[in-house]
C-alpha cells in the first residue's frame, strides 16, 4: 500500500483501544481510498493487537446490505469471542449497539484454488454446524456509527465483541430451512421485545460463505476447518446500554445472551 495515511490511521485506532478513548475521525476523513486500503488497516491494527493469532484468523464476520454489493469481511480476534451466557463485566464498550445474527462453522479445510470456483451449493456443503450470534457493536471512533464508512471498516467494521450460542448440527434438514420466513426476536433490558422475519440482508445468511472464503484464502493460505463467520444483523442495530440484558433468539434454532 503506498498511501502514507494508513499507518497513522492504525497508530490512532491502537491508541484508542489502548487507552479506551475514542479518536476523532474527522481528521482522517477521505484519506483512505478503497476498501483494499481500509482492510490494510484492518490488518495492522490485529498484528498489533494479537500477533499470536494465526495468519488466518478462525473467527470472522461478513455481510453487506445486498447481493449485489461488495460482501466485507473482517478477522475478529480470539480474545473478543465469548459464549453464551455471556457477562461483559467491565468491557470498555463506547457504544452497545446489538446485531442479531446466525453465525456458521466450517467442516474442512479450504484452499484458495477451491475457493476461487465455490459456488453457492459448494459454500452451503461446506457447513458443518450453526448458532445464534449478539454482535456488539462499538468504535473507536468518537462519530461511532456515523463515522465514514471507510474508516468503520478499517475500524474492524465496528466490532465489538461476538457472543456465541450453542452449536447446532447441520444436516439435510437444514440444508432446506426457508430462511425468508425465519422469525428471530431481541430483547434489550426494559425495552420492547423486537421481532423480524426474513429480514437478512443477503435473504439467505449462506450467501456471504463463498466470498467469505476467497477473502481469506486471497494471499494463497488455507482456511482451516472449524472456521467461524457470522453473517450479518437480521435487526438492524438497536442500542443497549450497560446493565441491560439483551437476548436474541431465533425460531427452532436457539437463544443467545449476555448482560452488558
Not at 179 to 198: A, D, H, N
Request: charged share 20%.
Amino acid at each position: 500500500m503506498t498511501n502514507p495515511h494508513i499507518d497513522a490511521i492504525a497508530q490512532t485506532l491502537l491508541t484508542a483501544r489502548r487507552t479506551q478513548t475514542p479518536a476523532d475521525a474527522s481528521p482522517f476523513e477521505g484519506q483512505l481510498e478503497s476498501v483494499a486500503q481500509a482492510l490494510e488497516v484492518q490488518r495492522i491494527v490485529l498484528e498489533a493487537l494479537a500477533p499470536e493469532q494465526k495468519p488466518i484468523s478462525r473467527h470472522w464476520k461478513s455481510g453487506g446490505p445486498s447481493r449485489t454489493t461488495e460482501i466485507l469481511n473482517t478477522p475478529l480476534l480470539d480474545t473478543g469471542i465469548w459464549k453464551s451466557p455471556a457477562q461483559a463485566g467491565k468491557h470498555p464498550f463506547t457504544l452497545r449497539l446489538i446485531e442479531v445474527e446466525i453465525a456458521f462453522k466450517t467442516k474442512k479445510a479450504v484452499t484458495a484454488a477451491e475457493a476461487a470456483e465455490m459456488t453457492q451449493e459448494q459454500g452451503h456443503a461446506l457447513i458443518e454446524a450453526f448458532t445464534v450470534t449478539i454482535e456488539v457493536v462499538d468504535s473507536r471512533w468518537t462519530q461511532g456509527n456515523d463515522a465514514p464508512a471507510l474508516l468503520k471498516l478499517a475500524d474492524m467494521q465496528s466490532h465489538g465483541t461476538l457472543v456465541v450460542g450453542q452449536w447446532i448440527p447441520y444436516g439435510e434438514q437444514e440444508a432446506h430451512r426457508d430462511w425468508s420466513k425465519q422469525r428471530c426476536t431481541v430483547k434489550i433490558g426494559q425495552q420492547t421485545p423486537l421481532e423480524f422475519v426474513g429480514t437478512h440482508s443477503m435473504q439467505d445468511p449462506r450467501w456471504v460463505i463463498p466470498a467469505w472464503v476467497r477473502h481469506a484464502t486471497a494471499d494463497g493460505q488455507v482456511l482451516a476447518a472449524g472456521a467461524i463467520v457470522t453473517t450479518g444483523s437480521w435487526s438492524g442495530v438497536p442500542a443497549a446500554a450497560q446493565g441491560d440484558l439483551v437476548v436474541g433468539q431465533f425460531d427452532g434454532i436457539g437463544t443467545v445472551s449476555v448482560q452488558l
